[in-house]
């Protein structure tokens, strides 16, 4: 059972490059989100998907799109990368926005660079 | 607008003491309270999860208390060992998770 995995684990660009930031769980759960976490401190939620069709924003969504493909994959898009986005992204997934039991589970990270 | 704060930020223990980390939230109106560990440069492990409507929830030698009154919760680390050493992260749920800046634990042996 891999709960849940981001793709890549590493990246480099430069200012103003775009790239796309995968994740996919295969626990079926409903929820699905994207945080930032910058030396230091904790995360910060950038986007979330509370359920299959649905996207919001979080506390940090500037600079930033998310696709939410099906029930299994979120992905997060980064138009033109600036070094403020310098960060170790997460993406975690839960069985319910709404509900009080349910914990979220997280990816191994992806260690983004803006050069 | 939540916010979350995790007293001390860093703490050094010898090994075998029992020792209490603290998260404290400014709005009571959460789902739950989620206890993380967060080893150098690798993802979060959950460690225990809280209910709204509960008291605390034990595992092995950890134990988690929430007083949603007061906006506090702790992390309750007994017997300490060296591979406690880690980042512990709280957070709070109210449908969106807001996130502590974590205490970073050495346990000396």
């Known amino acids: 059972n891999a709960g849940v995995t981001q793709t890549p684990k590493f990246q480099v660009l430069k200012t103003g490059q775009s790239m796309t930031l995968q994740c996919a769980q295969d626990?079926?759960?409903?929820?699905m989100y994207w945080y930032r976490q910058d030396p230091g401190m904790g995360l910060r939620l950038i986007y979330y998907s509370a359920s299959e069709g649905t996207t919001d924003k979080g506390e940090v969504p500037n600079g930033y799109n998310v696709s939410r493909l099906n029930k299994r994959e979120f992905s997060l898009r980064l138009e033109s990368a600036a070094p403020s986005q310098t960060s170790v992204y997460f993406c975690?997934?839960?069985?319910?926005?709404?509900?009080?039991?349910?914990?979220?589970?997280f990816g191994p990270g992806t260690r983004l660079t803006v050069t | 607008k939540q916010e979350v704060t995790q007293i001390p930020a860093a703490l050094s223990v010898p090994e075998g003491e029992n020792l209490v980390l603290n998260c404290s939230f400014t709005d009571s109106a959460i789902y739950n309270l989620q206890w993380f560990r967060q080893d150098p440069g690798k993802g979060l492990t959950s460690l225990l999860l809280i209910q709204s409507s509960q008291r605390e929830q034990t595992s092995g030698r950890l134990n988690a208390s929430l007083d949603k009154s007061s906006g506090r919760s702790t992390l309750y680390i007994a017997a300490s060992q060296p591979g406690d050493s880690a980042t512990y992260l709280c957070?709070?749920?109210?449908?969106?998770?807001?996130f502590g800046d974590g205490t970073t634990l050495t346990v000396k042996p």
């Open positions: 957070a709070v749920n109210a449908g969106k998770s807001t």
């Open positions: 975690a997934s839960s069985e319910s926005f709404f509900a009080v039991g349910y914990e979220q589970y």
């Open positions: 626990m079926n759960h409903n929820s």
